[in-house]
C-alpha cells in the first residue's frame, strides 16, 4: 500500500520504520521541502516530498504535525481519502483554542470541520512515540497492545484496523469522531499500554466525568475503570 506522512518528526518516523517493514511504499513530508528530508528518508528506506506530493501519493495518509499547523493541510487531493489523525492538543503548544480546551469538539472533530471530505479515522493518538518504536509485536503475541481508534466512516476503519494490525498492534473499535474524546488526553486509555480486552473494558467504562491527571501513563498504578 502507499501510504504518506504529512510530517516528519518524532511519530511519523516511528509509524515509517513499521509501515516500511511491513512492506509499505512511503513517503514523508514537511513543511520545509524534501531537500531537508534526504538523509532521514534514505536512512528510514522511504521517499520525501512536498506536502502536495505526500497527499497526492498516499492512498492512506497520515496527519502527525502538531495541530496548530492544520489549517496548512491541503484539502482538495484529500477528499474521499483516508485520512489518519494522530492529533492531540497542547494548548502551551497550540495556543489556546477555546473549544477544545472546554471538550466542546474533540480534536479529530476540529479536523474534520478543515477536511469535510475526508474520511477521517483517529489512531496513534493514544500511545506515546517511545512506546510505538518498542511495542509493537506480530499478531497473535500474548503481550500485544491494543489501540484504539474512532471514526465515522466504516470502511476506512476496516482499512486502518488492517494497517495497524500489519504495523504490530491489536485494535479496539471506540466509535465515531464524536466519541473520541474516550482516548484523548486525560482520558484513563490515553497512553497506558493496555491489551484488548483491557482497552475495550476501559474504553466503555470512560464517562464524560472520568478523567486522569497529566502524565498518568507513566504511572497508572489504578486504572478508575
Ligand atoms: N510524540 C508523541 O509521543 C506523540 C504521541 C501521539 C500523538 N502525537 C501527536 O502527533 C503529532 C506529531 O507529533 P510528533 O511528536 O511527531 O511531533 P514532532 O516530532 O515535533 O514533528 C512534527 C513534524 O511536523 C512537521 N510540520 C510542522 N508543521 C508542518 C506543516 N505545516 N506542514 C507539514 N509538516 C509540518 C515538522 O517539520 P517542519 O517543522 O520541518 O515542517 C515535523 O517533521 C502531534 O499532533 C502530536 O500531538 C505525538
Avoid at 43 to 50: N, Y
Wanted: hydrophobic share 40%; charged share 25%; glycine share 8%.
Amino acid at each position: 500500500m502507499r501510504i504518506s506522512l504529512v510530517g516528519a518528526g518524532s511519530m511519523a518516523q516511528a509509524i515509517t520504520k513499521h509501515a516500511v517493514k511491513a512492506g509499505h511504499q512511503v513517503m514523508i513530508s514537511n513543511s520545509r521541502g524534501p531537500e531537508t528530508l534526504v538523509q532521514l528518508s534514505k536512512a528510514l528506506g522511504c521517499e520525501a516530498g512536498t506536502v502536495d506530493e505526500a497527499v497526492t501519493f498516499g492512498e492512506i495518509v497520515f496527519i502527525a504535525i502538531p495541530l496548530v499547523a492544520y489549517s496548512s493541510i491541503p484539502v482538495a487531493p484529500l477528499v474521499g481519502k483516508v485520512v489518519v489523525d494522530l492529533l492531540n492538543y497542547f494548548p502551551h503548544r497550540d495556543g489556546h483554542i477555546s473549544e477544545l480546551q472546554d471538550g466542546e469538539v474533540t480534536t479529530s472533530e476540529f479536523l474534520a470541520r478543515h477536511l469535510p471530505q475526508s474520511r477521517i479515522v483517529k489512531a496513534f493518538n493514544a500511545i506515546t512515540v517511545e512506546d510505538l518504536e518498542k511495542d509493537a509485536r506480530p499478531a497473535n503475541s500474548p503481550d500485544r497492545r491494543a489501540l484504539p481508534i474512532g471514526g465515522n466512516d466504516a470502511e476506512a476503519k476496516k482499512i486502518t484496523t488492517r494497517l495497524v494490525d500489519q504495523l504490530g498492534f491489536d485494535v479496539v473499535d471506540g466509535g465515531s469522531l464524536i466519541e473520541t474524546w474516550r482516548f484523548e488526553r486525560f482520558r484513563p486509555a490515553y497512553c497506558v499500554p493496555l491489551n484488548k480486552d483491557k482497552l475495550e473494558r476501559v474504553l466503555s467504562a470512560t464517562m464524560r466525568e472520568t478523567k486522569v491527571p497529566d502524565g498518568y501513563w507513566l504511572n497508572p498504578r489504578s486504572i478508575p475503570v
